[in-house]
């Protein structure tokens, strides 16, 4: 875990950097898209 | 809970990236619901709840289901009761001026409908044996289709109808 | 007695049975299939029913009804039940505890499709695979999915049974990863379909049968959504299964968490039922403060599913730096993308990402009502059912009608080409579908005949049919992969053939807490949370029934 620089090959080193960095893409998209439905509708006004 | 073959004890292990990410995950899905509770609660984008139940064999036979169509209930208020059916909305068109709010009550004679009044939030399920209803405000004038959107037949595709939202005439 | 040690050999009535399961299931995929791009064709304005009306398919609606029974339940629930039983039989490294009761009810669901099938047919059944009541189909179709369902539990029960005999012999053993998997999403059906099960016997059948006058529609809303949900994760869950369980094998890796795996399993057990109202929150006769606690608990259910995406890429980061993979994403390039059982699952997980957000969105209280019974839904569930589910169907296909017919895959090149079709396919068909329903655009319509629709659309109305024609030659060549490795000449010779993959994990599943391998705690906490989220809700529907919404046959 200590040398994140090299790219693991054995259990004990792994690192999931590039896990996170998907995750990352996952979470920016689920975020970006979410909120453009969310404001269509604050767009379309109030139902009450 | 000893029964294990190697000199480690079970134990509820993880990663630790995957457990920043479970934090992550329900703080992300925390937010989104604190942000929906808010436009539901707060702002009046809120869904259709539980209203009067009707019978359908009869509900067209009395007040105000017998005279379908708009009410003004003054200040720029109006209900509107719809009456849905194989394959068609009554009345068919509804005209308001601008700026009015109208809210919508819908009930089935016959199999589930749906109500889709386009470009709003109006979308609800028209269910024989229950009363639909959401109120819509009209701050600009044209023509708004509803639509059905729930199968209810063969005919379902032409099931539609129009709120014509009239600049005002008189006035203004 | 059988230790673990034992050494059980698949025998060639196992694999037949198994291998029945697959034929069922890819006949009516490739029936199913083709009413999709005529809906498709339809829409964009290219009317092909007129050619169909001579052999009694012209109806729109007739053929939607085909299209969703038969994709949607009946190419899943036979390939599940299948692929469960061999997960079982080597799995545990035995045989059945009770093969006679697993035929049983694979007949069971046999007959079931064959009874609903002929109603489809004839038209007496044109009510979509949502049957909502008043619209009334003909007995003998709810009787023919009350067999379908009835005959998956009893495939179920083999498997319970199989199980405990197991676990009579392992007392101390944690249980195979993918026979648990298996296990809950069995139990998880069995539980979920009570509400189907109440809906068609108390009400769907009575009304067919002539012996009550009607219906009451909210109470069959309720019931059905009891069901549709959780359906929808009985769908879903083999898929998770063969990622977690047998995908790091495939790709070159382990699995990287055992732990994490299971708790997902039993997350889905415990949310996927008590969030139907989500599905309702246009309905009107379900209070709104229900529909937002199933709000919340839907969310919950996507908790599992985000657990999934960090576990299944960690362990496929883990075999493709194994692989020499290089970089913060380069490594997605080392993975075995030329193995089409590999690259099917990969291209699967990628359409789902983007099925998550959608399905995030959908469950998101008044945000629903952007995209109710808009073309969005059937958009969302391509993505779901139609790409997480069936595309790594076509994957774990790819090994398993090798391993059940002892003959090597078809062409293994063209497997790979209906990947990247499907993918291709439905990345188009998708995003017209969403684009559509944000614009308003209704599901489940004949549109061509519709008179509301808007210049506005038409775009991407021709992108859709463009997508659906893709998936149809994706899906017709999956078919042929199929039929040409199963009917071959030619065999494995000797040492060659396939072997069943299950994937190891980084650490030894005995370290895994006892709590994650026993059904107990986690049964018991489903059955109080669905009585805690459905019980007040359904008491209230059912005493205040009516049953007066008269029967109409569509």
């Given at each position: 875990?200590?040398?994140?620089?090299?790219?693991a090959?054995?259990?004990?080193?792994?690192?999931?950097?590039?896990?996170?960095?998907?995750?990352?893409?996952?979470?920016?998209?689920?975020?970006?898209?979410?909120?453009?439905?969310y404001?269509?509708?604050?767009?379309?006004g109030?139902t009450? | 809970?000893?029964?294990?073959?190697?000199?480690?004890?079970?134990?509820?292990?993880?990663d630790?990236?995957?457990?920043?990410?479970?934090?992550?995950?329900?703080?992300?899905?925390?937010?989104?619901?604190?942000?929906?509770?808010?436009?539901?609660?707060?702002?009046g984008?809120?869904?259709?709840?539980?209203?009067?139940?009707?019978?359908?064999?009869?509900v067209?036979?009395?007040?105000p289901?017998?005279?379908?169509?708009?009410?003004?209930r003054?200040?720029?208020?109006?209900?509107?009761?719809?009456?849905s059916?194989?394959?068609?909305?009554?009345?068919?068109?509804?005209?308001?001026?601008?700026?009015?709010?109208?809210?919508?009550?819908?009930?089935?004679t016959?199999?589930?409908?749906?109500?889709?009044?386009?470009?709003?939030?109006v979308?609800?399920?028209?269910?024989?044996?229950?009363?639909?209803?959401?109120?819509?405000?009209?701050?600009?004038a044209?023509?708004f289709?509803?639509i059905?959107?729930?199968?209810?037949?063969?005919?379902?595709?032409?099931?539609?109808?129009s709120?014509?939202?009239?600049?005002?005439?008189?006035?203004? | 007695?059988?230790?673990?040690?034992?050494?059980?050999?698949?025998?060639?009535?196992?694999?037949?049975?198994?291998?029945?399961h697959?034929l069922?299931?890819?006949?009516?995929?490739?029936?199913?299939?083709?009413?999709?791009?005529?809906q498709a064709f339809e829409?964009?304005?290219?009317?092909?029913y007129?050619?169909?009306?001579?052999i009694g398919?012209?109806?729109y609606?007739?053929?939607l009804?085909?299209?969703?029974?038969?994709?949607?339940?009946?190419?899943?629930?036979?390939f599940?039940?299948g692929?469960?039983?061999?997960?079982?039989?080597?799995?545990?490294?035995?045989?059945?505890?009770y093969p006679?009761?697993?035929?049983?009810?694979?007949?069971?669901?046999v007959?079931?499709?064959?009874?609903?099938?002929?109603?489809?047919?004839?038209?007496?059944?044109s009510?979509?695979?949502?049957?909502?009541?008043?619209?009334?189909?003909?007995?003998?179709?709810?009787?023919?999915?009350?067999?379908?369902?009835?005959?998956?539990?009893?495939?179920?029960?083999?498997?319970?049974?199989?199980?405990?005999?197991?676990?009579?012999?392992n007392?101390?053993?944690r249980?195979?990863?993918?026979?648990?998997?298996?296990l809950?999403?069995?139990?998880?059906?069995?539980?979920?379909?009570?509400?189907?099960?109440?809906?068609?016997?108390?009400m769907l059948?009575?009304?067919?049968?002539?012996?009550?006058?009607?219906?009451?529609?909210?109470?069959?809303?309720?019931?059905?959504?009891?069901?549709?949900?959780?359906?929808?994760?009985?769908?879903?869950l083999?898929a998770y299964?063969?990622?977690?369980?047998?995908l790091?094998?495939?790709?070159?890796?382990?699995?990287?968490?055992?732990?994490?795996?299971?708790?997902?399993?039993w997350?889905?057990?415990?949310?996927?039922?008590?969030?139907?109202f989500?599905?309702?929150f246009?309905?009107?006769?379900?209070?709104v403060g229900?529909?937002?606690?199933?709000?919340?608990?839907?969310?919950?259910?996507?908790?599992?599913?985000?657990?999934?995406?960090?576990t299944?890429?960690?362990?496929?980061?883990?075999?493709?730096?194994?692989?020499?993979?290089?970089?913060?994403?380069?490594w997605?390039?080392?993975?075995?993308?030329?193995?089409?059982?590999?690259?099917?699952q990969?291209?699967?997980?990628?359409?789902f990402?983007f099925?998550?957000?959608?399905?995030?969105?959908?469950a998101s209280?008044?945000?629903?009502?952007?995209?109710?019974n808009?073309?969005w839904?059937?958009g969302h569930?391509?993505?779901?059912?139609?790409?997480a589910?069936?595309?790594?169907?076509?994957?774990i296909?790819?090994w398993?009608?090798?391993?059940?017919t002892?003959?090597?895959?078809?062409?293994?090149?063209?497997?790979?080409?209906?990947n990247?079709?499907?993918?291709?396919?439905?990345?188009?068909?998708?995003?017209?579908?969403?684009v559509?329903?944000?614009?308003?655009?209704?599901?489940?319509?004949?549109?061509?005949?519709a008179?509301?629709?808007?210049?506005e659309w038409?775009g991407?109305?021709?992108?859709?049919?463009?997508?659906?024609?893709?998936l149809?030659?994706?899906?017709?060549?999956?078919v042929?992969?199929?039929?040409?490795?199963?009917?071959?000449?030619?065999r494995?010779?000797?040492?060659?053939?396939?072997?069943?993959?299950?994937?190891?994990?980084?650490?030894?599943?005995?370290?895994t807490?006892?709590?994650?391998?026993?059904?107990?705690?986690?049964?018991?906490?489903?059955?109080v949370?669905?009585?805690?989220?459905?019980g007040?809700?359904?008491?209230?529907?059912?005493?205040?029934?009516?049953?007066?919404?008269?029967?109409?046959?569509?």
């Amino acid at each position: 875990m200590s040398d994140s620089h090299v790219d693991a090959t054995t259990e004990e080193e792994f690192t999931p950097r590039g896990t996170i960095a998907v995750v990352g893409l996952f979470v920016a998209s689920l975020v970006l898209l979410w909120m453009s439905i969310y404001l269509i509708l604050i767009a379309r006004g109030v139902t009450i | 809970m000893t029964e294990t073959h190697s000199e480690e004890a079970p134990s509820f292990e993880a990663d630790p990236f995957e457990k920043r990410w479970m934090v992550i995950s329900l703080g992300l899905l925390i937010a989104f619901m604190l942000t929906v509770t808010i436009a539901g609660f707060a702002l009046g984008f809120q869904v259709p709840g539980s209203e009067t139940r009707v019978d359908p064999r009869t509900v067209a036979d009395s007040a105000p289901w017998s005279e379908p169509g708009l009410r003004d209930r003054g200040n720029g208020e109006y209900d509107a009761y719809v009456i849905s059916k194989q394959y068609t909305f009554d009345p068919r068109t509804i005209t308001v001026p601008v700026g009015s709010a109208v809210t919508f009550f819908l009930t089935s004679t016959d199999v589930q409908h749906g109500f889709k009044l386009q470009n709003t939030n109006v979308n609800m399920q028209v269910v024989p044996g229950e009363v639909s209803k959401l109120t819509v405000e009209f701050d600009e004038a044209g023509e708004f289709d509803y639509i059905c959107n729930e199968f209810c037949g063969a005919g379902h595709a032409v099931m539609s109808g129009s709120v014509v939202v009239e600049a005002e005439a008189g006035g203004a | 007695m059988l230790t673990q040690e034992s050494v059980y050999e698949v025998t060639q009535q196992d694999r037949r049975f198994v291998g029945a399961h697959l034929l069922v299931a890819i006949a009516a995929l490739s029936v199913g299939s083709l009413f999709g791009p005529l809906q498709a064709f339809e829409w964009s304005g290219l009317d092909l029913y007129g050619l169909l009306e001579p052999i009694g398919l012209g109806d729109y609606y007739k053929g939607l009804t085909i299209h969703g029974v038969l994709n949607a339940l009946v190419w899943t629930t036979f390939f599940i039940t299948g692929f469960f039983t061999l997960v079982m039989i080597a799995g545990l490294k035995r045989p059945l505890r009770y093969p006679g009761l697993n035929r049983a009810g694979f007949y069971t669901m046999v007959v079931g499709l064959v009874m609903a099938a002929i109603p489809i047919l004839t038209g007496a059944a044109s009510v979509l695979y949502t049957f909502y009541p008043p619209l009334q189909a003909s007995w003998a179709f709810y009787l023919g999915l009350t067999l379908v369902v009835v005959g998956s539990w009893i495939e179920g029960y083999g498997f319970y049974l199989t199980m405990a005999e197991w676990r009579r012999d392992n007392p101390h053993t944690r249980s195979p990863f993918i026979v648990l998997a298996a296990l809950i999403t069995m139990v998880m059906w069995q539980i979920a379909t009570l509400g189907i099960a109440v809906e068609i016997l108390t009400m769907l059948l009575p009304a067919a049968l002539g012996l009550i006058d009607g219906t009451d529609p909210e109470l069959g809303r309720t019931l059905f959504w009891f069901t549709g949900h959780p359906l929808v994760y009985f769908w879903l869950l083999p898929a998770y299964l063969s990622w977690y369980g047998m995908l790091p094998k495939q790709a070159g890796g382990k699995l990287f968490s055992d732990t994490l795996a299971r708790l997902a399993f039993w997350l889905f057990l415990l949310l996927s039922i008590p969030v139907g109202f989500h599905h309702q929150f246009a309905d009107p006769g379900v209070p709104v403060g229900w529909k937002y606690i199933h709000s919340i608990l839907t969310y919950g259910v996507a908790f599992p599913s985000m657990l999934t995406l960090f576990t299944v890429v960690a362990s496929l980061e883990y075999a493709a730096r194994k692989r020499g993979g290089q970089g913060l994403l380069g490594w997605i390039r080392a993975l075995p993308w030329g193995n089409p059982v590999v690259s099917a699952q990969l291209l699967a997980g990628i359409l789902f990402m983007f099925g998550g957000i959608g399905g995030i969105t959908n469950a998101s209280y008044s945000v629903n009502l952007v995209i109710h019974n808009t073309a969005w839904v059937p958009g969302h569930f391509h993505l779901t059912v139609a790409s997480a589910v069936t595309l790594s169907f076509f994957g774990i296909s790819y090994w398993l009608i090798p391993y059940v017919t002892g003959k090597p895959l078809w062409k293994e090149k063209w497997a790979t080409v209906v990947n990247w079709t499907w993918f291709v396919g439905m990345m188009i068909f998708s995003n017209a579908m969403h684009v559509l329903g944000l614009l308003g655009a209704p599901r489940r319509t004949e549109l061509g005949q519709a008179p509301y629709v808007p210049d506005e659309w038409s775009g991407h109305l021709f992108r859709m049919s463009v997508g659906g024609a893709i998936l149809l030659v994706g899906v017709a060549l999956f078919v042929v992969i199929a039929a040409r490795t199963a009917f071959q000449k030619e065999r494995f010779g000797p040492g060659e053939g396939v072997e069943f993959p299950i994937a190891v994990s980084m650490r030894d599943p005995q370290l895994t807490p006892l709590w994650l391998d026993r059904f107990k705690p986690w049964l018991i906490a489903t059955v109080v949370l669905i009585v805690v989220a459905y019980g007040p809700q359904l008491f209230e529907q059912f005493s205040n029934a009516s049953f007066n919404s008269p029967p109409i046959s569509p």
